[in-house]
């Protein structure tokens, strides 16, 4: 039997939200994949326990406890990128060595549970989709896990991580954050070390995220990529439709585009309005504006829930998906597109390259 046999009934799931019949089938109808959730962070911190199920964490909808394998399972999320974020503060053999031993327990709990599937590309993604399991690929926030010594991204077993961010929120010796902090340590753009990142991530067919770069560092990894392979942004917002340091311009989206890469939408709240409180509409707002854009290719999801986000007040978890479903066809969208968002772009991408 399949897991998503834990799905709620169409019309009690339908009432429940406030959505249509429809939106709920289209939904079950779809693959739909995450490109950002973040909750091993908290198993790190606090022995948060991925297979069990969870209410919401101390803060509500903020924060933390968003995601689990149980609650994903019942909202039809039927693949995600399960990421690896890196410690910044620790020296950088020892992040090193973090990065290492954090990757094999990750793989390990994801693997242990029988309703999920380590993947690492999308041959293995439809297999384990026609078994009837969450299919889990591995990411990783933060190329500083690895700057200790570049050859270590080739001793990463092959495959077995999907995309890698340059930086995260602080500098790094491989290149500048697009977080506001002062950039005199590093300058504010990518540096030698992170050009050489970059070629060695390609080199071994893990794509480069420019999600949490500076402008000039995206720009600088642009000019460093292979033009004939395409780069990502898994969890981001729009600057046209909020102004913030955290987002990309329309220069920045059609970059990604024409490189064959895609754009995920992320669910932090203040990075999808400027005032009051976002909903699933926000998160359109920013998808129509990158379909706009950059073309019906390019848009995804990356919630990145669990990533000490707060994510709008009618979408805190999977079971609220169905809500953005319905948001999507209010708006217009076709129910091609509406899969093409949902998971169909994104897995194209990784299927031109990794098969």
Same mark, same amino acid.
Request: glycine fraction near 8%.
């Given at each position: ?5 834990? +799905? ?22 779809? +693959? ?19 297979? /069990? ?29 399960? =990421? ?22 990750? +793989?390990?709990?994801?693997?242990? *549970? ?12 439809? $297999? ?18 690895? *700057?200790?010594?570049?050859? !270590? ?38 540096? *030698?070390?992170?050009?050489?990142? =970059?070629?060695?991530?390609? !080199? ?15 720009? !600088?990894?642009?000019?460093?990529? *292979? ?5 990502? =942004? ?7 439709? /909020? ?7 329309? +220069? ?37 504006? =990158?379909?706009?854009? $950059? ?48 998971? !169909? ?11």
């Amino acid at each position: 039997m399949s897991v998503f046999a834990e +799905e709620p009934e169409t019309k009690a799931w339908a009432r429940e939200l406030g959505v249509s019949e429809h939106a709920v089938d289209l939904t079950k109808a779809c +693959e739909v994949f995450d490109l950002h959730v973040d909750s091993f962070i908290w198993t790190r911190i606090f022995g948060y326990d991925l297979r /069990r199920r969870h209410g919401l964490g101390l803060f509500g909808r903020h924060f933390y406890s968003q995601v689990d394998l149980p609650r994903a399972l019942e909202g039809h999320l039927t693949g995600a990128t399960w =990421v690896l974020t890196t410690n910044p503060l620790v020296p950088s053999r020892v992040r090193r060595n973090l990065f290492f031993h954090n990757l094999q327990r990750l +793989e390990a709990s994801l693997a242990a *549970d029988p309703r999920v599937r380590l993947v690492k590309n999308v041959a293995e993604y439809r $297999a384990a989709r026609a078994a009837g399991k969450h299919a889990a690929f591995v990411g990783v926030q933060g190329a500083n896990a690895l *700057d200790h010594d570049l050859d !270590d991204v080739g001793r990463i077993p092959r495959h077995h991580v999907l995309r890698c961010t340059l930086v995260h929120l602080t500098p790094a010796s491989l290149g500048q954050t697009s977080a506001p902090w002062p950039r005199r340590l590093f300058g504010d753009g990518l540096t *030698d070390r992170g050009r050489e990142m =970059v070629q060695r991530l390609v !080199d071994a067919e893990i794509f480069v995220d420019l999600a949490h770069a500076s402008r000039k560092t995206f720009f !600088d990894a642009v000019a460093a990529h *292979d033009r004939e392979r395409p780069f990502v =942004v898994t969890h981001t917002g729009v600057d046209a439709v /909020r102004s913030h340091w955290r987002n990309l311009t329309d +220069e920045q989206l059609r970059l990604v585009a024409s490189s064959g890469g895609f754009i995920g939408v992320m669910f932090q709240e203040s990075f999808l309005v400027k005032e009051g409180e976002a909903t699933c509409d926000s998160v359109v707002d920013h998808l129509a504006h =990158v379909l706009r854009v $950059a073309g019906e290719d390019a848009p995804a999801l990356g919630s990145d829930w669990d990533g000490a986000i707060s994510p709008p007040k009618d979408l805190v978890t999977p079971y609220h998906l169905p809500r953005l479903v319905q948001r999507m066809l209010d708006r217009g969208f076709s129910e091609t597109l509406v899969r093409k968002i949902l998971a !169909d772009n994104a897995l194209a991408v990784i299927e031109r390259v990794r098969g």
